[in-house]
Structures are given as C-alpha cells and as structure tokens.
DNA sequence: ACCTGAACACCGTTCAAGT
DNA sequence: ACCTGAACACCGTTCAAGT
C-alpha cells in the first residue's frame, strides 16, 4: 500500500555499486545509529508504524545491515525515546515558582508527543523514566521541595502529573469518533456538550488546559497556609520557543 | 517458551473426535464469541499479550477456526474493551455530589484495568469512546452541568479526568525501574523522594489517589461561587463492590 | 567493520475441503 | 454453519559469505 521509491537521482549517498555487481562493505559506512533513529522517527510520523524492513528501504539498505549498529527493534524504539525526553529537557525551565515550572514542563513534554504524534502509542506502553529523565525528576523534586510541599508527597505530584501528560498525549492521537457518531435521541446531553466544544486538535488542546489548570489549582491545596508566593492569577502564559 | 498443554480429560468438550479421524463440523459448536474474548482476557493476563495461535491454542482449535465467529483480531481487542467498559459501568454511582460521583467513576475505571493489567497497552492506543461508552458519558454530563459547570468547560472536565485515568493505568503496568536504578551521587533529592514512598503496587496508588484528588479539587474552583454543595472535606470515601 | 542474500521461526488471514 | 489443514504475505532476527 505504501510506495517507498523516491526517484533517486545517481550518486545519491555517494557510495553505491561502482559497476553493476553489489557491494559489500563500502568504504564510507552508510548507516549510523543518528541516521536511523531520525528516519525511524520520520518514518513512524508518515506511516504511523515502524517495521524494520520499512526502515531499511527508507536508508536504502538490507533489513540485515541494521543489526550491525543496534541491537533489535526495541532498541531503536529506545533511541527514539531519548531523544524525545532530550526535547523535553531543553524545552523544560526550573528556575521560577513551582507552578509555573510544572506548567511548562507540561507544556512542553506533551508539545514533544504532538510534534510527533505516531511515537505516542509505540512509547506509551513503556515509561519514559530512563537515566535521561533522572536529572529531569531532580530538577522537579528539588523545585517541589523548595516550595514547600511534603517530601511524602513530592513523587506521586510528579507521577500523577506525567500519568496526566502521558494520557493527554494519547487522547491527542484518539480519533475523535464521537462527535456525531452521538445519538442525540438516546444522549442529548452529551449531544449538547460536544458541540459546544472545539473539533480536531483543538478539542486535546482544551482538555489538556482545563486539567492542567485543575491539577496544579488542586496542588496548591496541599501546600501549609504559609507557602502561597504566587497569587491564584488566570492562567499566566509562559511562552517559550 | 510457553506450555499449552494442560492434561486434558477425555470428554473435556462434549465433542471430541469420534474415532482417530479428524472431525470438520462438531454437532455442538466448539466456540462461541463469549468464549473466545474470555479465553483472550485470560490469556492476556498470563502472557501479556495476545496472538491467535495462542488463543486458538487455548481454546483447543485450530486458528482459522475462529474467522467464523470473528472478523479479525481486531474485533477480539474491541470485544475486550466493551467487557472493561461494561465492567467499569457497573460499578459507577451516579446518584450523588458530582465530587463523589466523579470520584468513584475513576476509581472504577482504574480498578477494572487493575484486574487485568495485560490488557492496558493492548486498550491505551485506542479510545475507549465506542457506543457502549456514550451513556456513561451522558450521566457524566448531566451531573456536571446540574453542578453547575459550564457547558463548554464539561467535556473539558471529563477528557482531562479520562486522560489522567489512562495514564495511570499505564503507571500501574510500568515497571518500576528507577526505586534502585537512581545514583545518589548524581540525583540526591530524587532518591531521597523515592525512598520516602511506598514501592509495587501502593506506590502507582498513592499517586494515583494525589492526582484525583487534586483535580477534583481543582474542578471545584470552576464552579460559580454560589454552586459549592459540597464541603471540601478531607476524602468521603465511597466503598462499592 | 560493514554490507548482502538466504534462511528461520513466527504472525494474522484466506480459502478450499470436509461434515 | 463450523471446523481443519494448507497456503500466503508479512514480520523480526540470524548467519554465512563477501570486501
């Protein structure tokens, strides 16, 4: 169903066969496991799946060759996971009050899934908390800890936050049945509430607000009466790029 | 690596072959769509994933046998889900405050991926927004609007919840890699914060139990200053079956 | 070291053949 | 209608053979 030839103007990668008779080892390596893990992640972004002999037509090699600078699939998979948590950290800013820095790392892990969106669901089945995401909780922990929230506490804000992010970013690869797949004879009301509401990616997108806003309102409780530095204001925006 | 074989009585089925040859249509029939999602949920438990020569292994049947109760594999996947979501919607209340009512839909929700946690990385990729799901979500509606929420904020409401359910269902199956995998040097906070909470199961709990009540907490700052039935107290338990 | 092509064990699905 | 066994296209992985 899918066409993987893309016309290939000659010399393309520089090495390939001199006459007609096939090569063995060419004298420039072709691959490196930085050219396939950005052509897996391409790859899974069009084709919302990876498969390795895709990948290998993708890098215009044998499926075999693979094997020779990674040690399976999974371990592509895994490297597709590091550099989406390496997005995270450097999109991630610590150094300001505690809700406004779970806000943005929010913000931006779930921005890393959107960008994308064919990753979630061969990501989501594991948890991202590799080595690289190590620093990251240390960061979170340290700022949380600062604030003035229960050390008996700080893991399950964080964990229960992610959970949050990570079911944020499936609903963001949901394909949205519903809207008028409702039968407004037999659920009028849920009929009403739909269309009173956004359609496509705008739909995740206020859903994923009205949590986040509700998680971190709902933190805030938890804090002793004397840690309140920054005033319940609407919504203030962080930008960043 | 599996053993399929389980000592098998004769007249196990009520139909077997009658002499040595193989038979084609037993009288009775071997299987039915009940049996065939029942068997899968089993299998999905034990193994943790589901492939059809297993399936049809456990069930005594050779794998085309089962085309002709089902279209594909597919269906035997949405058949498990409309089982969890049945589940799920036997066990939600929604005959109270729209706090406790919320509450304990989650609870239930989680609880029914809980009982079969093999399932959650064969559910989480898709929605579990089938037909079954929409009178569910229709009670949810009317509960939040009579509570007072805004229509365009109600599916907000329940997305976000939905989405923070999921993922911590997926917690729930994470193996929990990092308890001893932390370097003291290197993250001192994140290891001091991981050894002031439980470990297993309890750990995905608690923070599943700070995340909802969080945000059911801060669901309440939505509603208008005059609509506020309910007192914040500490956690009203609802105990159910 | 690094690539190819053949080969293997596996999977989901189809289909003719039997009753 | 309901089962079997053979067959197909596909997948991930291994391995000897080449340079």
């Known amino acids: 169903m899918r066409d993987d030839r893309r016309a290939a103007p000659c ?63 999974a371990e592509i998979v895994a490297l597709m996971r590091a550099e989406l948590v390496r ?3 450097e999109r991630s800013l610590w150094d300001r009050p505690w809700d406004e820095a779970l806000r943005g790392w929010a913000r931006a892990y779930r921005e890393a899934f959107a960008e994308h969106p064919g990753i979630i669901r061969l990501l989501a089945t594991a948890p991202l908390a590799e080595p690289f995401m190590h620093e990251v909780y240390e960061r979170a922990v340290a700022t949380l800890e600062a604030a003035g929230f229960a050390p008996e506490d700080v893991m399950g804000v964080i964990t229960a936050l992610e ?55 709902g933190y805030r409780t938890l804090l002793p009466a004397d840690h309140a530095p920054v005033a319940a204001g609407p919504d203030p925006i962080s930008d960043q790029a």
Chains 1, 2 share one sequence.
């Open 163 to 217: 959970s949050f992010i990570l079911g944020s970013a499936l609903d963001l690869v949901a394909p949205a049945v519903m809207v008028d797949a409702v039968d407004r004879e037999v659920t009028p009301r849920l009929a009403a509430a739909l269309a009173a509401v956004p359609t496509g990616r705008r739909r995740a997108d206020q859903a994923f607000e009205v949590g986040l806003a509700a998680l971190i309102a």
């Open 87 to 89: 997005a995270i950290g």
């Open 11 to 73: 010399g393309d990668t520089a090495i390939a066969e001199q006459d007609g008779h096939p090569m063995a080892r060419p004298r420039t390596p072709l691959l490196d496991r930085q050219r396939i893990v950005h052509t897996a992640l391409r790859l899974v972004d069009e084709a919302g799946d990876l498969t390795i002999p895709a990948l290998a037509g993708a890098l215009k090699v044998s499926p075999s060759a693979l094997y020779h600078h990674v040690t399976g699939r």
